[in-house]
């Protein structure tokens, strides 16, 4: 297993130069072009989520306001957990919209659960957030041990 960390302040200048690098760790894992699209289109989505609701007005100037990045690639899929201290928010009680949409947004957290094979959520105490995402590298296939 490969691990990298990251920290990025909570601000979307932060969100392009992790993106390139998301990238690289992605095709370093052997995903292919759509499920490397897949990751990158829910993970851009969730901290454009943490920034722009969690930590809200926040600018990213102490540790608090800094979202807590770890990858990891396994033989059989690849993991991304998201820390933040926001408050609490459990993505997967949010329930599926109704489509089509007639308003603006609201399909994010329904475009990550429908790209992802998994979601783990962990609210964090006193507040804050660990959110784990897992693409399987061979559909939804798990490693038997």
């Known amino acids: 297993m490969n691990t990298n960390t990251f920290e990025l302040e909570a601000r979307s200048a932060s969100l392009p130069p992790f993106r390139k690098q998301l990238r690289t760790l ?7 072009e759509k499920p490397t699209h897949d990751v ?3 993970v851009d989505e969730v901290l454009t989520n943490v920034i722009r609701h969690g930590l ?3 600018s990213g100037e102490n540790d608090r306001d800094k979202i807590h990045i770890s990858f ?3 033989k059989d899929r690849i993991e991304i ?3 933040d201290r926001g408050p609490c928010f459990d993505p997967r ?3 599926t919209p109704k489509l089509p949409s007639t308003k603006p947004g609201g399909l994010g957290i329904h475009l990550v659960r429908s790209l992802m094979d998994e979601i ?3 609210p964090l105490k006193p507040q804050g957030n660990r959110l784990r995402l897992v693409k399987y590298k061979r559909g939804r296939e798990r490693e038997r041990n």
Request: aromatic share 8%.
């Open 56 to 58: 809200g007005h926040k």
């Open 81 to 83: 957990q998201v820390e």
């Open 26 to 32: 992605l095709q370093s894992a052997g995903l292919g």
């Open 40 to 42: 990158l289109l829910s």
């Open 93 to 95: 009680e949010v329930p």
């Open 72 to 74: 990891a690639d396994f």
């Open 120 to 122: 783990n959520y962990e």
